[in-house]
């Protein structure tokens, strides 16, 4: 991991042994040195502290970056991987610098403390585990000689958000780190670890872009610099849309921010998955015809709002913004994850037919907000504020401090639209709790309207119709689970009705609904079942009832600005245990493992996808009971037609696409299906499966079904 889409990486590089040397002969304006590789890891440390040049680090275990200390025992059940500090200690030598030259070490995240220590001296320490941070080392770094790196990690359990939360939190330098390498004079890097440069649209119409680009640079040498900052937009053919610069006066040690205007005309607009159009803006110090540096940033062009009887409005287009939540571990990894597992979590999420995503519960890598840019995908990009508010002023200064991380560090990224400030705080209305809770997220919404009053904040409400919480943001979206946790399906459509009649004005969404799901575990019609989302039996066909059920209600609510399913992905939650598999989230509509498909994944594929596709679902439930089934079929076609060991069962039209025979009888033994899709009068692509039914044994399929209705029947009589 480490490169960019659009960022100014130039480096050249080897890795030797336990040293990392840059063999590069010429020093680019801004270059960086990766430092993956090599790495010595120890979760204790005995004797000295491993800070010291001197430490004798040989009988670590060697790694490489990105890195967990619970890649196994946070994904196992039982609520005890460790909480901790871990060690991190490399070498590396430098290549030949020129006078003057910055270095600093920058790391894109570390969980959830870090103490970095360059030859024994303390560098500085960052808290917070989903942001990118950097530290100078300009000043304590050996030019000429090996350097000892030291970085103490510790994702112990405190008051630093997210105190709590229903995922593992992962310890470690869980993603890349690197060297940056920069002129005395700059773009500031110690901006909250930005970019330094800042573009803002003030105006967006079909015929005129207006952008403010604000630029933090700094003159970190012994002399006042006198020189040029430029600005040019290229199209993505290559082409300058538009230029600008200004003469740039600095003192010695200054840091400044400019403001140069641009403008676009006829710009190419960012149109979300129809048409995500990027120019590529450079920013770049000179002095004269020297370049010293240069910072590129990614630049779409949009307008946008969140209207409450319209939904979310793009480029003056009503757009439903149909989207899924996403954690980011993976098996056996954790959240040290590749730039390849990024890549295929994008692309299932468009061969969804997705067109939006919340990034759930954290900042995201960088490099995924920088796909999601690429692929038109929309972003609610969210804070770590889950359940328990911080109490103590250090921890809510530190909330700040990542609210503030997150928005400066993504705010160029064309696809965000949406800042978060919390998800399901503790507490009801006028509790204590929620009381600490309300506050901080006053503060925080007041935070997003500072920083970047062109997106609105917004929260993940699972409160109650009454609660203050859900008229703070500048819009507002809900958690609800009604057929899963408590509740029926239709509950879902009047909640929403319920806050849409009493607050007509405010602009309302769906952040979270979704059930568990078991590949091995299925039942023929399964109710919704009171308490039993937590247990041990989550069929399969629940969850897929559970989706059409909601779904069938949201579509019905045009005015709903954004709807975002629990999950893209089963994901690792070490206290859970439910379902077939303890330590694991299984409502994702995808494995956890990403190598299959639930049939709820179909569903909304054929609601919102024109690539032709068809499912038969029900395919894992192969073992059946009874002779006559009912067989359900997926697709986005005009028409598809069923096939029983090769006997036709007629074509049939859905108006929802779910194509249904109600009573389809098997043959004792296997029996094969098969699925036409039609359009036009041609098939245009097929499925097929096999059922076997089963003569002999008990008509239920699974005794577990019995045992599962009279356990919830005893908790619910005990009520």
């Known amino acids: 991991m480490g490169s960019s889409i659009f960022g100014w990486r130039p480096t050249a590089a080897v890795l030797a042994l336990a040293a990392v040397v840059a063999t590069a002969t010429e020093i680019t ?6 430092l993956l590789e090599n790495w010595r890891f120890a979760l204790t440390a005995a004797g000295d502290s ?45 290549p030949a610098l020129t006078p003057g030259q910055r270095v600093l070490v920058e790391f894109d995240a570390a969980c959830k403390v870090a103490d970095v220590f360059l030859n024994g001296r303390a560098v500085g320490s960052h808290t917070g585990a989903f942001a990118r941070f950097r530290f100078d080392l300009t000043d304590l770094v050996d030019r000429q000689a090996d350097n000892t790196l030291a970085v103490r990690v510790d994702n112990s359990p405190s008051q630093i958000i997210p105190i709590g939360g ?24 110690l901006d909250h670890a930005s970019p330094g440069v800042y ?25 006042p610099f006198t020189g ?5 937009v290229q199209d993505a053919s290559g082409r300058q849309v538009a230029a600008a610069s200004q003469p740039l006066q600095l003192k010695a040690g200054e840091n400044a921010e400019n403001v140069i205007p641009l403008s676009i005309a006829q710009p190419h607009r960012w149109n979300g998955v129809n048409d995500p159009y990027l120019y590529r803006t450079t920013v770049a110090v000179l002095a004269g015809a020297q370049l010293l540096d240069a910072v590129v940033q990614p630049l779409g062009l949009r307008a946008f709002e969140v209207k409450a009887d319209t939904g979310f409005v793009l480029n003056g287009q009503v757009v439903p913004l149909r989207g899924v939540n996403r954690h980011q571990d993976r098996p056996d990894k954790g959240w040290a994850i590749s730039e390849q597992d990024h890549r295929q979590d994008m692309e299932i999420i468009r061969e969804l037919g997705a067109n939006a995503v919340r990034l759930a519960h954290y900042q995201h890598d960088q490099y995924f907000y920088e796909l999601c840019d690429t692929n038109g995908v929309a972003v609610w990009a969210e804070l770590c504020f889950v359940n328990e508010p911080p109490t103590s002023p250090e921890a809510r200064a530190n ?27 503790r507490g009801k209305n006028d509790e204590p709790e929620a009381r600490q809770a309300m506050a901080l997220l006053t503060e925080l919404a007041a935070m997003v309207r500072a920083e970047d009053p062109s997106r609105p904040s917004v929260y993940a409400s699972h409160h109650s119709l009454t609660d203050p919480r859900n008229l703070l ?14 509740g029926n399906y239709p509950e879902l459509g009047v909640f929403l009705d319920q806050f849409h009649a009493a607050h007509p004005t405010v602009p309302v969404g769906l952040s979270e609904y979704g059930a568990g799901a078991s590949l091995y575990q299925h039942e023929l019609n399964p109710p919704p079942r009171k308490h039993m989302a937590k247990a041990a039996w989550h069929p399969e066909e629940w969850q897929t009832t559970f989706h059409e059920e909601s779904w069938r209600q949201i579509k019905d609510r045009p005015w709903l600005w954004g709807t975002f399913v629990w999950n893209m992905f089963d994901f690792s939650a070490d206290s859970r245990k439910e379902g077939d598999q303890f330590g694991r989230n299984d409502k994702g509509l995808v494995t956890y493992d990403r190598q299959i498909r639930k049939d709820a994944f179909y569903w909304y594929q054929a609601n919102w996808t024109t690539k032709p596709m068809v499912h038969i679902a029900g395919k894992r439930f192969w073992e059946r009971r009874q002779s006559v089934n009912e067989v359900k079929v997926y697709s986005n076609a005009d028409e598809v037609e069923l096939k029983l060991n090769g006997v036709s069962l007629g074509r049939i039209r859905a108006a929802d696409h779910r194509f249904i025979w109600p009573k389809v009888e098997l043959l004792p033994g296997p029996n094969r299906l098969e699925a036409y899709a039609w359009r036009a ?39």
């Not at 040989?58 to 991987?81: A, C, I, M, R």
């Not at 229903?166 to 890097?189: C, E, K, M, N, S």
């Open 399 to 425: 909330a700040q401090e990542q609210l503030r991380e997150l928005i400066r560090q993504n705010y160029n990224h064309p696809s965000i639209f949406f800042w978060s400030i919390g998800n399901e705080t």
């Open 199 to 223: 573009l803002t649209q003030r105006r967006v119409t079909a015929d005129l872009a207006e952008i403010d680009a604000r630029i933090q640079v700094a003159n970190e040498s012994t002399q």
């Open 166 to 189: 229903d995922f593992t939190q992962f310890g470690g330098l869980y993603r890349p780190a690197r060297l940056l390498l920069t002129a005395p004079v700059h773009i500031a890097t």
């Open 228 to 232: 040029t900052l430029s600005v040019q």
């Open 681 to 719: 009068g041609k098939i245009i692509t097929a499925d097929w499966g096999g059922l076997t039914w089963r003569t002999d044994g008990d008509p239920l399929p699974n005794k577990a079904v019995a045992e599962a209705d009279a356990a919830a029947a005893a908790k619910s009589d005990k009520k």
């Open 50 to 94: 491993p800070a010291g040049t001197s430490y004798d680090d040989s009988k670590w275990e060697t790694v490489s970056l990105p890195h967990t200390w619970n890649n196994f025992d946070g994904q196992d059940g039982g609520g005890d991987y460790h909480r901790g500090t871990g060690w991190y200690r490399l070498h590396f030598r430098l």
């Open 473 to 486: 943001p500048g819009v507002i979206a809900f958690n609800k689970y009604f057929g899963w946790y408590s």
């Open 29 to 34: 304006p801004r270059a960086t040195i990766p």
